[in-house]
């Protein structure tokens, strides 16, 4: 079988490349170029992320190649990113970075070059669901990763290979140190690639034409607080950076894009049951028919809350759990599991 690693210079994805050639299969390495810029040191495709893939790559005797996907990466990715930052919701990039550039514009740029499968070295596993016959995930014992891959479709599941899922964390390095990986005890990348400051609200105001204007803070009952530097700097949850003292903690609960107001209140205004998700992506389970009792989380590092979903409109569900849920967040994503498998996932409205 002929296989197309995405090779981000990371451990993972080097360790993947050297499983799947052990394995048997003609192994091809490709690191994507995503943005302009990226050449900067750590970043997961930046110029040194290249050469580290292409030292490992060397070293264990495959071809690498650098692709540009930096017009998907902007369309899919950078523009997504802003243009739901600025209607006060608040993206995972990640997310939308898996499903339209790291699979399916790799995946087409696979099958071009003479590929049957792309292969990644994300911590889950390629499986069907026992009921249902549906390609899905299962999840990893270590550094489970799922949540971030809801949105693949059946196609790209079917055609993608993840060889390190079986494995922890240390087994990886413990074999890029046996087979003499020089990325063998290279750190994970961290955060957001192209905003590596975390500075998002600079980000957004140095790549668009937008203006976000300032506007108030407010209590639940509409009272003003004070002045916030524009909706695009704040997240549902969040308390520091506020640049507000109210002599009690307050929390970001609500973002009213109409209004220009961020709504300040207490940890427990936080707390919610039923949350809307839109363009749910079903995996592993059909889309729900009926009330279908699943697990779901909110947050990549939540763990798994009881809860029952059921359909309220197209590609739309409603997820009511059992106990409430903390800063349920628009923007973000909400995937749910039957047992150890993704049944599926969507984006939170509300």
């Not at 899905?136 to 196609?155: G, V």
Request: net charge negative; proline share 4%; glycine share 10%.
């Amino acid at each position: 079988m002929k296989v197309a690693v995405g090779m981000s210079g990371g451990v993972d994805s080097s360790v993947a490349a050297y499983l799947l050639k052990e394995q048997g299969h003609d192994v091809i390495g490709i690191t994507m170029a995503l943005f302009e810029g990226a050449d900067k040191e750590g970043l997961c495709c930046g110029l040194s992320a290249a050469e580290d893939a292409r030292a490992v790559a060397d070293s264990i005797g495959i071809p690498h190649y650098v692709f540009n996907f930096k017009k998907e990466f902007q369309k899919y990715v950078i523009d997504y990113f802003i243009s739901e930052y600025l209607r006060g919701a608040t993206p995972n990039p990640c997310i939308a970075c898996n499903r339209y550039v790291k699979w399916e514009a790799l995946l087409n740029r696979a099958m071009e070059i003479g590929a049957d499968h792309i292969a990644t070295g994300h911590y889950a596993a390629v499986t069907k669901h026992p009921n249902t016959g549906r390609y899905t995930l299962k999840t990893a014992e270590s550094k489970d990763q799922t949540y971030a891959l809801y949105a693949l479709t059946q196609y790209q599941l079917e055609h993608t290979l993840m060889p390190v899922g079986q494995y922890s964390k240390t087994e990886i390095r413990e074999t890029a140190k046996k087979i003499g990986l020089r990325v063998a005890d290279k750190p994970d990348s961290q955060d957001i690639c192209f905003v590596p400051d975390g500075d998002y609200n600079r980000f957004i105001s140095e790549n668009t034409d937008a203006v976000v204007p300032e506007g108030d803070f407010v209590d639940s009952r509409g009272n003003v607080l004070g002045r916030h530097k524009g909706i695009s700097a704040y997240t549902i949850g969040q308390r520091k950076g506020l640049g507000i003292a109210l002599g009690v903690p307050a929390y970001v609960t609500k973002i009213d894009v109409e209004k220009n107001q961020v709504v300040l209140g207490s940890n427990d205004e936080l707390f919610k049951t039923n949350v809307l998700v839109r363009d749910y992506n079903p995996m592993g389970l059909d889309m729900p028919k009926a009330e279908t009792r699943v697990k779901g989380k909110l947050r990549y590092n939540q763990s798994m809350a009881e809860c029952i979903i059921r359909p309220v409109g197209e590609n739309m569900i409603e997820a009511v759990f059992d106990k409430p849920q903390r800063a349920v967040t628009p923007g973000q994503a909400a995937v749910f599991y039957d047992g150890e498998f993704v049944a599926g996932g969507g984006i939170i409205v509300e």
